[in-house]
Structure formats: structure tokens, C-alpha cells
């Protein structure tokens, strides 16, 4: 049996300015980059770890999920785990007020685009 080879969906240009895209060439990225955005949600936890220490169900990994737009804006933060826990209030909270991210692109052009980021909080022992 031969092996199919993954083909790359193109999306039609008149798509790319108003659909929300799963699938993209180069992810949305905080401005900064990875490291950048690692400080910036270190910053926020230690803020409030006192408030997330007292919050048993914030222990463990939540994952958000929100759309960047064209321009690098952010809508629609939602967490996906630790639903109402003290950490999901606090990260999403922060992606909420944070800078304007650099957003997906297809060949080249920006587009709008879901992305998802996690953060793992464990106790101190």
C-alpha cells in the first residue's frame, strides 16, 4: 500500500480576512518570543501566587485558548482546564490585558488564528 503524502490546504484569499484558522504556516507569537512570553506569565503567577496558593484547584496544567487577529489583537480567551480555578482566572486574565501578539501567517499574509498556550502551576514543597 503506498504512503499518501500530507498535501498543504490552501485557503482562498477572500477566506483569510474573515475566517479564524486552526491550521497555519508560522504560529501567532508573543512579541519576544518564547522567553519573552515565559517571563511575562512568571511575572503575573508570582503576583498573585499567594491568591493561587489558597486555590487547591489551581494546581496542575491550564490551558487557554483565544484567537489572535490580523493585527495582533486578542478576543475570545477561554480556558479549557482548571475551568474556575484561581490560576485560569489569573492567566487568562493576563493574555487579556498583555500586549498586541504577531499574528499567524499564510504565505507571508497575516491571518486570524486560534492559539493555544498552557501554564503548569505546582505547589511549592
Same mark, same amino acid.
Given at each position: 500500500?503506498? +504512503?499518501?503524502?500530507?498535501?498543504?490546504?490552501?485557503?482562498?484569499?477572500s477566506? *483569510?480576512?474573515?475566517? #479564524? *484558522? @486552526?491550521?497555519?504556516? #508560522?504560529?501567532a507569537?508573543? $512579541?519576544? %518570543?518564547?522567553?519573552?512570553?515565559?517571563?511575562? =506569565? &512568571? =511575572?503575573?503567577?508570582?503576583?498573585?501566587?499567594?491568591? =493561587?496558593? &489558597?486555590?487547591? $484547584?489551581? #494546581?496542575? @496544567?491550564?490551558?487557554?485558548?483565544?484567537?489572535?487577529?490580523?493585527?495582533? @489583537?486578542i478576543?475570545?480567551?477561554?480556558? *479549557?482546564?482548571? /475551568?474556575?480555578?484561581? *490560576?485560569?482566572?489569573?492567566? @487568562?486574565?493576563?493574555?487579556? /490585558? %498583555?500586549? &498586541?501578539?504577531?499574528?499567524?501567517? =499564510?504565505d %507571508?499574509?497575516?491571518?486570524?488564528?486560534?492559539? &493555544? +498556550? /498552557?501554564?503548569t502551576?505546582?505547589?511549592?514543597?
Amino acid at each position: 500500500m503506498a +504512503q499518501q503524502k500530507d498535501s498543504i490546504v490552501k485557503v482562498p484569499v477572500s477566506q *483569510l480576512d474573515s475566517s #479564524v *484558522l @486552526t491550521k497555519v504556516e #508560522v504560529e501567532a507569537s508573543f $512579541p519576544g %518570543g518564547e522567553n519573552a512570553w515565559n517571563e511575562y =506569565i &512568571r =511575572i503575573a503567577i508570582e503576583k498573585n501566587i499567594k491568591k =493561587i496558593m &489558597r486555590n487547591k $484547584p489551581s #494546581v496542575g @496544567t491550564c490551558e487557554v485558548q483565544f484567537i489572535v487577529d490580523r493585527d495582533g @489583537t486578542i478576543t475570545n480567551v477561554e480556558a *479549557l482546564t482548571l /475551568k474556575n480555578s484561581t *490560576l485560569a482566572e489569573i492567566f @487568562t486574565d493576563a493574555i487579556k /490585558k %498583555g500586549p &498586541r501578539w504577531k499574528p499567524a501567517t =499564510i504565505d %507571508g499574509k497575516p491571518v486570524k488564528a486560534w492559539r &493555544r +498556550q /498552557k501554564v503548569t502551576f505546582r505547589a511549592p514543597d
